[in-house]
């Protein structure tokens, strides 16, 4: 049959404020403007993380409210 090859075009990357898991087994790391908190702790093994920068495709988010709770109560 037709072998059809797409050609993805390159996505515009940008230095992203992250924050990265502290402890050195964990790979953990979230975008800052997706954090609930000001300072979150690993959501895989609950440690400390700090911040840091990463070269990571653009993404918009146009919630940067810190204040925002997580889930919604029923």
Known sequence: MYSRKKTFEELPQEET???QCTN???KGWMR???AFE???LCVLCHSPMTSG???LP???N???SKSLKMGVRI
């Open 32 to 34: 800052d403007n997706f």
């Open 17 to 19: 404020a992250i924050w």
């Open 24 to 26: 050195g087994d964990c």
């Open 58 to 60: 653009q993404l918009a």
């Open 62 to 64: 146009v919630n940067h």
């Open 38 to 40: 000001s300072e979150p």
């Open 53 to 55: 920068t990463r070269m």
